[in-house]
């Protein structure tokens, strides 16, 4: 995440809050008050001119006129800002080619390749990835010392392209499967679309993913991670 975006995400968040503030003065300004044709006088409103008098009891609660654009110019920001800031995923477009896994793999000793032919061949069966297909810039690492693949592929027939996420058990278990499918409050976000295998566990995403930030990298990583953690840990208590 560069600093950049991260300073634009706030300053918006931060616009939207001021905005806010700003409507709802307005809005308080002009409930109980005198309009600006009329002149205080107590707890009367006085209209200049023909000297009619109302008292401030009877006035509307509607507020300055500017208030609720105001104040949904505001919420509106304020609602980009927490999303940009919590919520975006900043990380760089394909545009940027696969220069960011390149030097991941230079930077930590994991390895990367840019075509993969066999990669998918045990996932023939999923419809994302479908038969025959290639796995394109991938990293091959480990984590916490689960072995992992991050790889970007091709859909059969639209072609759209995504990025895919793998993590690797360290011993194949049929009980996997049909644990990890129950494990529903586990795959909420980061994670798009889990898949289970009695080896391994993947995060298909929805589109393709660049980033020079490890961590960036290594969201969906460390959430399939956990789930096999928590597999692995219940399969020893159980032993």
Same mark, same amino acid.
């Given at each position: 995440?560069?600093?950049?975006?991260?300073?634009?995400? !706030?300053?918006? %968040?931060?616009?939207?809050?001021?905005?806010?503030?700003?409507?709802?003065?307005?809005?308080?300004?002009?409930?109980?008050?005198?309009?600006?044709?009329?002149?205080?006088?107590?707890?009367?409103?006085?209209?200049?001119? @023909?000297?009619?008098?109302? =008292?401030? @009891?009877?006035?509307?609660?509607?507020?300055?006129?500017?208030?609720?654009?105001?104040?949904? %110019?505001?919420?509106?920001?304020?609602?980009?800002?927490?999303?940009?800031?919590?919520?975006?995923?900043?990380?760089?477009?394909?545009? =940027?080619?696969?220069? +960011?896994?390149?030097?991941?793999?230079?930077?930590?000793?994991?390895?990367?390749?840019?075509?993969?032919?066999? %990669?998918?061949? +045990?996932?023939? @069966?999923?419809?994302?990835?479908?038969?025959?297909?290639?796995?394109?810039?991938?990293?091959?690492?480990?984590?916490? +010392?689960?072995?992992?693949?991050?790889? @970007?592929?091709?859909?059969?027939?639209?072609?759209?392209?995504?990025?895919? !996420?793998?993590?690797?058990?360290?011993?194949?278990?049929?009980?996997?499967?049909? !644990?990890?499918? =129950?494990?529903?409050?586990?795959?909420?976000?980061?994670?798009?679309?889990?898949?289970?295998?009695? +080896?391994?566990?993947?995060?298909?995403?929805?589109?393709?993913?660049?980033?020079?930030?490890?961590?960036?990298?290594?969201?969906?990583?460390?959430?399939?991670?956990?789930?096999?953690?928590?597999?692995?840990?219940?399969?020893?208590?159980?032993?």
């Amino acid at each position: 995440m560069g600093a950049r975006a991260v300073r634009s995400s !706030w300053i918006v %968040l931060l616009a939207g809050l001021a905005v806010l503030v700003v409507g709802i003065g307005l809005l308080l300004d002009g409930t109980g008050g005198c309009a600006a044709a009329e002149m205080r006088a107590g707890n009367k409103c006085i209209t200049d001119g @023909d000297g009619a008098a109302r =008292t401030l @009891d009877q006035t509307t609660a509607e507020g300055h006129p500017a208030a609720p654009l105001t104040l949904g %110019l505001g919420g509106l920001l304020g609602a980009a800002g927490v999303w940009l800031v919590f919520f975006a995923d900043r990380s760089v477009r394909p545009v =940027t080619g696969v220069g +960011d896994r390149i030097e991941l793999a230079r930077r930590h000793g994991w390895r990367f390749a840019d075509v993969d032919r066999e %990669l998918l061949a +045990d996932w023939a @069966d999923n419809p994302d990835f479908g038969a025959d297909q290639r796995a394109y810039a991938v990293l091959r690492g480990s984590y916490q +010392d689960l072995e992992f693949v991050v790889f @970007d592929f091709r859909r059969p027939g639209s072609g759209s392209a995504g990025t895919a !996420w793998i993590v690797y058990l360290p011993h194949p278990s049929r009980t996997f499967v049909e !644990w990890a499918t =129950t494990q529903q409050p586990l795959y909420r976000r980061p994670l798009h679309k889990v898949g289970v295998r009695s +080896d391994a566990i993947v995060d298909i995403g929805r589109e393709q993913h660049r980033s020079t930030d490890p961590e960036a990298v290594l969201r969906q990583v460390r959430a399939l991670a956990e789930i096999v953690q928590r597999f692995e840990a219940r399969t020893a208590a159980s032993s």
